[in-house]
């Protein structure tokens, strides 16, 4: 019964720390944001999120998130497969670089772009010549997103695929199912919600990417600036309400990328308890 | 051309075996898993492949189902060499030990998803999908999810599910290994009963010998890789080919001082003797014995209650020795002296194995 008791205390502790840090942390930044973004009242929010530069820069954002997100999807399912449903050698070293992304800091990841596809690069005779830009432009900044994110899908699938082992597939295998079509009925179904909850974190990380972007941009308003950076040259420029503004943009983004994470953990959750 | 002469030269040479395994050698990296193992299995018979676990008795399973590849050695399957021929071209069906039922199908969708890859008429596949519910008595589970079966249900869909597209051969993998103790005793008796029914080449891997005994027609011993004996199970217990066996088949204890058992004599220095309780009876004192002249004294160790008998076991000049004694008898404690009479035991030379009988039993035999 004591034992009980002290739970009780305990939980409320745990409780109260947890609030009274993300109030701190989180919701008072949250609300000052929203805050500034409408100091110069409704007209000046408007005007300033309806600025033809920080549409583009929205515009961008969601073009290099699209990109990044529709690779890696791809990338996310062929490792995280060939990493567990085959033997081959050289298997623990793909593993270890898989995550190399996110030990690296995202200026490395910006800085060894622009030493490979830059005018030093030993790429850049061949691109030039076929008038390919990739640093200080868009396809730049694709690449750069698509370099902090990528574990992010493969590692969501990877636990599960090793949980779900090889026999389903070698018993439809053993049918004559062909291997796309054990990919569609039997693997997939085992992955769904995972790579849609990868999927998520994959956005959320690829929206808000900052330094190996702002490495490869160059900085073009209305061309290369996507929002992180275009908050940022606003920041700079004492446009606090046009900065603030910018920022409830992506906000609003990662509420609703939020939302849509509780909706499919909800779901997964209901499927696999079905399943169990 | 060539390859239809040889097919039909195959089948005179050998024409009872229906499943045939020549010289496979298989490695897992530095691991011999199997070796050199040649296997010979009739149409129609149900096959235990009983070993140790390691043994490499699922291996062998799983090449004849071509999810693995032998290094060396032939595979024949009716007579066609199937080595270079894909599982699901080798017209068998897998039961798998965890039995991997698709867990995101019903019960339907399992059974019907072989006949779907073959292209196999809607209709049809409603059919026969029907007619194996029935068969494995699972009528009504058709919308169930596998997660929503008991164990022995599960068994039994991914029996179905292998049967669904007619194969010739039947292949499981620890069959009952999932399921608890009583489930397992009504499933074996069950399976015997499905495979005779439908006549189906089966071969199954177990470690348990009981289970083996008491469902194949034939069983095949691995031990560390190698095939120890194929026989049936009246073979094998009264005819051990190798030490192995003789030991794993049974209850068996190793005796290395069996000449000072009365009326045995070691032929040779260095061997020992396999010791089972059915070879040895125990007789309380003054009990009416057929042997009586011939019986030793021990006394009692241990008893242990089995159910529907008792195991006795007693020191007999330092080795424990079981015996089983009906619970009708008279009944027998722990450390009292009782007669013990010893039938028979199997003397291990380096080459072969031989059944040594008590004399005393010629001897009576002749003075009668």
């Known amino acids: ?276 | 051309m060539s390859e239809t002469t040889e097919k039909t030269v195959e089948q005179i040479e050998n024409p009872a075996s229906y499943v045939e395994l020549k010289g496979i050698n298989k490695h897992f990296k530095d691991f011999h898993a199997t070796k050199d193992a040649n296997i010979s299995i009739s149409k129609g018979k149900l096959v235990a492949l009983l070993g140790p676990s390691g043994s490499g008795k699922t291996t062998i399973l799983r090449m004849i189902a071509g999810l693995e590849h032998p290094d060396s050695g032939e595979i024949w399957i009716d007579g066609k060499l199937v080595n270079n021929i894909p599982g699901s071209e080798r017209g068998i069906g897998f039961v798998f030990q965890s039995y991997a039922l698709f867990r995101y199908m019903n019960v339907y969708d399992n059974i019907a998803f072989g006949l779907r890859i073959k292209k196999v008429p809607e209709k049809d596949i409603k059919k026969r999908v029907t007619e194996l519910l029935e068969l494995i008595s699972c009528e009504g589970l058709e919308k169930r999810y596998p997660s929503q079966l008991s164990g022995g249900q599960r068994q039994r869909v991914a029996f179905a599910r292998a049967l669904a597209p007619n194969p010739h051969i039947l292949l499981l993998d620890e069959p009952f290994a999932a399921v608890d103790a009583k489930v397992r005793l009504e499933l074996r008796t069950w399976l015997k009963e499905m495979i005779t029914k439908l006549q189906i080449t089966s071969i199954f891997v177990t470690h348990d010998q009981d289970e083996a005994i008491e469902v194949a027609d034939e069983i095949i011993v691995t031990n560390q890789g190698r095939v120890e004996q194929i026989g049936t199970p009246q073979e094998l217990y009264s005819n051990p080919a190798s030490p192995f066996v003789a030991t794993f088949i049974g209850n068996s204890i190793q005796v290395k001082n069996f000449d000072r058992f009365r009326f045995f004599e070691k032929p040779e220095e260095d061997v020992t003797a396999i010791l089972r309780p059915e070879f040895v009876s125990v007789y309380k004192k003054g009990e009416k014995v057929q042997y009586s002249k011939s019986v030793e004294e021990a006394v009692v160790e241990d008893i242990i209650f089995r159910g529907s008998n008792l195991e006795i076991k007693v020191r007999l000049h330092d080795n424990l020795i079981s015996s089983v004694r009906s619970i009708n008898e008279p009944a027998i404690e722990i450390g009292e002296t009782v007669d013990v009479f010893i039938f028979r035991l199997f003397v291990i030379f380096k080459d072969r194995i031989e059944l040594f009988y008590n004399r005393s039993l010629n001897n009576e035999t002749v003075i009668i």
Not at chain 1, 230 to 249: K, P
């Open chain 1, 1 to 276: 019964m004591d034992i009980r008791k002290d739970k009780g205390v305990l939980k409320w502790v745990l409780i109260v720390i947890c609030f009274v840090f993300l109030s701190v942390f989180l919701l008072l930044p949250l609300v000052y944001i929203i805050a500034t973004a409408f100091r110069a009242g409704i007209q000046g929010y408007i005007k300033a999120v309806t600025d033809e530069y920080a549409l583009k820069a929205t515009w961008l954002t969601i073009r290099a998130t699209l990109w990044a997100v529709g690779i890696n999807t791809f990338f996310g399912i062929s490792a995280a497969w060939c990493l567990t449903k085959f033997a081959f050698k050289g298997k623990k070293l793909l593993s270890t670089f898989i995550d190399l992304p996110v030990t690296v800091s995202p200026i490395i990841a910006g800085l060894i772009y622009v030493l490979t596809f830059g005018r030093q690069g030993p790429l850049y005779g061949f691109l030039d010549s076929h008038g390919i830009q990739i640093i200080f432009a868009v396809p730049g900044i694709v690449l750069a997103t698509i370099f902090v994110t990528f574990p992010f899908i493969s590692r969501e699938l990877i636990p599960v695929l090793t949980a779900q082992g090889t026999d389903e597939e070698e018993a439809a295998a053993l049918m004559g199912a062909r291997t796309f079509t054990i990919f569609r009925k039997v693997t997939f179904p085992h992955i769904k919600w995972a790579l849609l909850y990868g999927i998520v974190l994959c956005t959320a990380r690829a929206m808000g990417e900052f330094g190996a972007v702002s490495v490869l941009s160059g900085h073009l308003r209305g061309k290369t600036n996507t929002l992180p950076l275009y908050i940022e040259l606003l920041y700079q420029g004492y446009d606090f309400t046009g900065a603030f503004a910018a920022s409830s943009i992506l906000v609003i983004m990662a509420v609703i990328i939020l939302i849509l994470r509780l909706v499919i953990e909800q779901k997964g959750k209901k499927e696999i308890d079905i399943n169990r």
